[in-house]
């Protein structure tokens, strides 16, 4: 069978796992202070937290920008639920704007026209998604935002290695919070690194980084220079209300050892978009398609077809497992039920009815590639 999406796991990877295990730590250990420093530099920020999922990251990162019930926050319809949920988990109001149908990524002129359609202060902050591993450009985003003093939480799940070019021609990787305030990625394991579990936090503003570190273990420090007071040895002080959000220690160590062969994956994974997009320029049955990109991290390989539920049940019966991503946030039940609704945003929606993720992972061979395109040509051309 051939998936979406799939870890890849090392002899290395291994060894540096069970090598973690038969330490003295499970649970925050050295491990955690090294991937965060190997993360931190891969990505080019000054600060790295990591934690238990992208999920527990974009909670953190709304409590630490402290989002609450009076916050309304912006985000895409095409995307992970959690980069909207991590709002509702502080009680704040989550509005959509359309996406651009060219690049699947949140458009930024509609979300300057949301803003511009209330006064200065009505919208507290910014979630733009480097949907499928496309880099969102994070200057122009920045300029906006200040405009409306909204902060820019950048949920780059996606994007671990892409980046877009500034204006001054200069390569900005995704997560490296030149632009953003804050940054979050996932290791779940169609990621380009895996963890099990897994997800991180990076910034270069030291303020929002002490209180990520309290956040993620309850809200508690044993920092002496933070402390009321100091009973002894055995003394901290929880100091506000926080989460369990700690990731192992071996957890941390395969981190640690997936990063080192995160260029290769990411290089891996441009040639296998090259091949679709090659093999699918001249298919007219292929609306649109990932493309090739500069700076694209390429976690997924889009098309989009008219006949798509037809496309992904034939090449189920061929063993071969794409998926759809996603379902617009704003149609998900729970968003219906705050009053969203079907029709709210056009390109989401249409974009929604046509588009298959093809399999897109650094271990997937040329031989299962070719597999995958011919069934879709047959399909498509048949
Ligand atoms: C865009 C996006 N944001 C957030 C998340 C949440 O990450 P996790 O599954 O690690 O909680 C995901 C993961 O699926 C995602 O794709």
Not at 146 to 156: H, K, L, Q, S
Not at 176 to 184: E, G, K, Y
Not at 217 to 222: Q, V
Not at 344 to 364: G, I, K, Q, R, V
Request: glycine share 6%; charged share 20%; hydrophobic share 40%.
């Amino acid at each position: 069978m051939i998936p979406y999406g799939r870890q890849h796991i090392t002899a290395e990877d291994i060894d540096a796992v069970v090598k973690a295990l038969k330490s003295d730590f499970l649970t925050q250990g050295p491990e955690i202070a090294i991937f965060e420093k190997a993360f931190a530099e891969y990505i080019g920020c000054k600060y790295a937290v990591v934690v238990s999922n992208g999920t527990a990251a974009l909670h953190l990162c709304t409590m630490a920008l402290d989002v609450n019930k009076n916050s309304r926050v912006i985000t895409s319809p095409i995307t992970f639920a959690a980069s909207a949920n991590c709002v509702r988990y502080c009680d704040g109001e989550v509005h959509f704007a359309d996406i651009d149908p060219k690049t699947y990524l949140l458009d930024i002129n509609k979300v300057r026209a949301l803003l511009e359609k209330h006064p200065k202060g009505y919208f507290q902050g910014i979630i733009p998604v480097d949907f499928a591993g496309k880099a969102v450009n994070l200057e122009e985003y920045r300029k906006l935002a200040d405009e409306f003093a909204c902060w820019i939480i950048e949920d780059a799940c996606h994007a671990p290695g892409g980046y877009f070019i500034d204006s001054k021609g200069t390569k900005q990787h995704c997560g490296n919070s030149q632009f953003a305030d804050l940054a979050i990625f996932s290791f779940h394991p169609v990621k380009h690194i895996a963890c099990g579990e897994g997800g991180m936090i990076t910034t270069n503003d030291e303020k929002l980084y002490n209180k990520l570190i309290k956040l993620r273990t309850h809200g508690i420090t044993k920092d002496l220079n933070l402390m009321h007071k100091n009973d002894g040895g055995w003394y901290y002080e929880m100091q506000e209300l926080g989460f369990n959000y700690r990731i192992t220690d071996f957890q941390a160590a395969l981190g640690t050892s997936q990063l080192k062969k995160a260029d290769a994956s990411l290089a891996r994974r441009k040639e296998i978009a090259i091949i679709y997009t090659e093999s699918f320029e001249n298919n007219h049955h292929i609306k649109g398609q990932s493309g090739i990109v500069e700076g694209h991290a390429y976690h997924l390989y889009i098309i989009e077809v008219e006949k798509r539920k037809e496309l992904y049940d034939f090449l189920k019966s061929k063993n071969i497992f794409c998926q759809v991503h996603y379902i617009p946030v704003h149609t998900l039940p729970y968003y219906q039920s705050l009053g969203w609704k079907q029709g709210d945003f056009m390109h989401a929606e249409n974009y929604y009815n046509a588009c298959l993720s093809l399999p897109m992972f650094p271990t997937l061979t040329n031989d299962e590639q070719n597999f995958v395109i011919e069934n879709i040509n047959s399909f498509l051309n048949g």
